[in-house]
Structures are given as structure tokens and as C-alpha cells.
């Protein structure tokens, strides 16, 4: 990959380019990612990134557009992906920090589903098997790769994901730079208003390209999951009318508190130090729309609500009742595999012990009186 580690060399031309040189290949599909690359591209120009967080973030840039280039090329090279259903895919949304993750990965135990794993949805092109989901060279190297960094990493990030465990739909959407992703990464004013009211449907249709490219190799009925679901929720719902939605619901102010601490970690990486300031002010009133988008277009929608609490109370028995309300079996064996998932706990490395809305200047009581409408309609329990 290239060194963009000076302000002059972050363009868009000069990451489209990179990327041609990496796959060999020029038709990046539709034009629509250009708007959104060309606003993060302004905001890694500013003096607030390091040169180290600029290199970094415009060289995954051009990672994600490589795997568009091989997704789009391999639609062209075999035009019936296009017409490949995926049908009622189940799709775990809500506010961000309320169990998304962990209710993503119990799923994945159970094979009838088919879940997006980390490593797959930015190394798409060739796709794996069925026999070679976790098997793969793409996915035994990442693994050794996590294994290796993450024990140095101090303190640890407070989310973590498995290059053989499910993952975030982010990754696909970040491939049209189309994603909350860039915002949490770079703090810039116009990409925060680009992404609050774009049109993302070019968005949801490249992530379905996406899919029908894993699902020709290894197919299965999807378990996706993304927090930010629910706030691009009219995108997601006319691209895949019949999602199975899943509402994971937490009090508010924890939520907050939790995700304004995962942005600070992703602030250190990319500025140096968090900027509070701008986490603060920014974070509170996105979270109200993403509760707020999907109360006003699920009406009618057939949603199973899962609450934080509930499930930490009884996680396997959450998983019941997810499996009663999609009308699935819920076998012995796989239950059991998730008996032994909860008792590994692979996730502990990245939990943090404590974070709190006043290390932002907040408050508890002042976040879910915003939130009091989504706290009052769906019964959240708060702490």
C-alpha cells in the first residue's frame, strides 16, 4: 500500500489509483462512492490526523476499494450473482453497546445460519467455501495476526472482533464510503451531514452485491449485524423488505457512555487523543436518531425486542425466544455450543471496567430525559 502519511497526497484520485494498481482491474461499478470518499478524503487532510492515523485510514481505503473492484468484477464475470436472492435475512440493530456482538456470535454457532465473518467482507474476491469459512489462508493469517497484537495492545479496544467471528455490516457500507464507520474515525463536519441524510441506496445495493458473492460458495440464510442499521433502517428495509429485525435496547445513558468511549479510542488512533469536544456534542443527538428512525418505520413490522438486562439475566434463555419468534429450531447440540461460547467468553479481552458520560462533560439524567420517548415506549430498563 502507499505512503499517505502528507497531507498532499490524500485524493481521492490517488486512492482510486492505488487500488487499480493492487487488483488490476479499473471498473469500481457505479460512481456513487465518490461523494462520501471525497468528504473523508477532506477530512483526512485536516492538521488534526496524525500522519499515522492518515496513512492508516487512507490505506484502508484503498483496501475497501480493491474488494469493490473484485466484487463488481466478479458480477460481471458471472451475471446470474445478480439475480441470486437473499432471502429474510435476520438483521440485529439498535443503539450502539447493547449486545449486538454478542447475540451476533451466539447465532453464529448455530450452522443453519450464515453469518459475514470479519475477515471475508474486505477479502470477498475469491470466495470461501462452506469448508473453508475458518479455513481459509485469508483467515488463518489474520487470526495469527490478532493473536499476536492484541496482548500488546494496552489498554485493549473496547471492541474487539475475530477474524473467524461474525462482524459489522460497516465493513461492506465503508466499501461506498457510506458508513458511520468514517465518522466515528474522522471528526468532520461535512462527512457528519453527508452520512445523516444521503440516499443510501447505492449504499445497501452494493452490500447485497456483496452477499450474493459469499452466499455463491457457501450459502445460508444471513445473520447481519450493525448498530447503524437502525439509523439507515428505510435503505436496509427497501433492499431487504423481508428482514427478520432483532432490536437490542439498553438504557440510553449507558449506551452513550459506552460508545462515546469506543469513539475515543478510535479518536487515539486516528488524532492522537480523543477529541471530546466533538464526541460530546455529536454523539448524543445521533443516538436519539437512531432510535428514533426505526419507531417511526418499523410500525407494522414484525420485531423481536431484546433488552440488555433480559439477556445478561439469561442469555441462552434470550436465544430461546429469538428461535421462537423466527419459528427455527433451536437443537441440543447447538445450544450447547453456545453454552460453551458464553463460558470461553472470547470477548472479555476487549471489555473495559469502567467509562462514564462525565469524563465527556454529560450527564445521566439530562441523556435519558432526550431519550424518554424511546425509554417510555419500549419499557428500557435504565441503571
Known amino acids: 500500500m502507499g505512503d499517505f502519511a502528507e497531507i498532499a497526497t490524500v485524493t481521492p484520485e490517488r ?22 470518499l471525497s468528504l473523508l478524503c477532506e477530512g483526512l487532510r485536516s492538521d488534526i490526523m496524525t500522519s499515522g492515523g492518515r496513512n492508516m485510514l487512507a ?18 464475470r458471472r451475471p446470474e450473482l445478480a439475480s441470486a436472492p437473499v432471502t429474510a435475512p435476520v438483521v440485529i440493530l439498535g443503539l450502539p453497546r447493547t449486545g449486538t456482538t454478542a447475540m451476533s456470535y451466539l447465532l453464529g454457532q448455530d450452522p443453519q445460519w450464515r453469518s459475514l465473518l470479519n475477515w471475508e467482507a474486505v477479502t470477498s474476491v475469491p470466495p470461501p467455501t462452506t469448508a473453508t469459512l475458518r479455513t481459509d489462508q485469508r483467515c488463518v493469517e489474520l487470526l495469527e495476526f490478532q493473536r499476536m497484537v492484541l ?49 443510501m441506496s447505492s449504499a445497501y445495493t452494493y452490500h447485497r452485491m456483496c452477499l450474493q458473492v459469499l452466499q455463491s460458495e457457501a450459502p445460508g440464510r444471513w445473520v447481519l449485524k450493525m448498530p447503524a442499521h437502525a439509523f439507515f433502517i428505510d435503505a436496509l428495509l427497501a433492499v431487504y423488505p423481508d428482514a427478520r429485525i ?10 452513550a457512555a459506552s460508545f462515546m468511549n469506543l469513539l475515543a479510542f478510535s479518536h487515539t488512533l486516528s488524532l492522537g487523543a480523543p477529541d471530546v469536544s466533538w464526541i460530546a ?39 430461546r425466544r429469538v428461535y421462537d419468534w423466527l419459528g427455527e429450531p433451536l437443537e441440543p447440540e447447538v445450544e450447547q455450543a453456545m453454552a460453551e461460547w458464553l463460558a470461553a467468553d472470547p470477548l472479555k479481552a476487549s471489555r473495559q471496567a469502567s467509562y462514564s458520560l462525565e469524563d465527556f462533560g454529560l450527564d445521566r439524567t439530562t441523556i435519558n430525559q432526550q431519550f424518554a420517548e424511546y425509554i417510555d415506549t419500549f419499557q428500557v430498563a435504565v441503571d
Open 59 to 76: 490505506n484502508d481505503s484503498v483496501k475497501y476499494l480493491v474488494n469493490r473492484l473484485r466484487v463488481v468484477d466478479l458480477h460481471a
Open 246 to 255: 432483532i432490536w437490542t435496547h439498553r438504557d440510553p445513558a449507558t449506551s
Open 15 to 36: 486512492i482510486c489509483q492505488e487500488a487499480v494498481d493492487v487488483a488490476g482491474l479499473t471498473d469500481f461499478g457505479d460512481d456513487a462512492y465518490l461523494d462520501g
Open 151 to 199: 496482548p500488546l495492545l494496552d489498554p485493549p479496544p473496547p471492541h474487539w472482533e475475530w477474524a473467524d467471528g461474525p462482524t459489522e455490516c460497516t465493513f461492506l457500507l465503508a466499501q461506498d464510503f457510506k458508513a458511520a464507520m468514517w465518522e466515528s474515525r474522522v471528526p468532520n463536519p461535512a462527512y457528519r451531514e453527508f452520512i445523516s441524510s444521503v440516499d
Open 281 to 319: 456534542g455529536t454523539t448524543p443527538s445521533r443516538l436519539l436518531d437512531q432510535v428514533h428512525r426505526p419507531m417511526e418505520a418499523l410500525v407494522g413490522h414484525d420485531v423481536h425486542h431484546v433488552h440488555y438486562r433480559d439477556y445478561l439475566a439469561g442469555p441462552l434463555a434470550e436465544v
